[in-house]
């Protein structure tokens, strides 16, 4: 069964219009490559108080997420977008994993 999730990311105060710009013009390679690999249904909020973004998705029961970080494409804007986000020492963006409590279906 498909399985939806979330997680929060850190965005650089004074980087929201960069960001969203950087998203509305996102890489039609980068999309396919998601989707290629279980993806769908993916959305980013921003909590303007706290320039925290939350992010949830859908992935397939066949998903292949574990493995899109050593992809080019997924390496490529990962590098493009370090300069507006948080990201740890080995280049990826800082992500916390968060758990769902409650759903009303």
Known sequence: MPERI???MNLHP???AEYKKRHDEIWPEL???LKDAGVSD???WLDPETNHLFATLVRSDDHT???LPRTEINR???DFMADIMD???KNEPVAVDLVKLFQLD
């Open 42 to 44: 993916y959305s980013i």
């Open 14 to 16: 004074g980087q929201v």
């Open 76 to 78: 490529r804007w990962w």
């Open 6 to 8: 979330a997680f929060r």
């Open 65 to 67: 997420m574990a493995d």
């Open 87 to 89: 990201y740890d020492e």
């Open 31 to 33: 999309s396919k490559a």
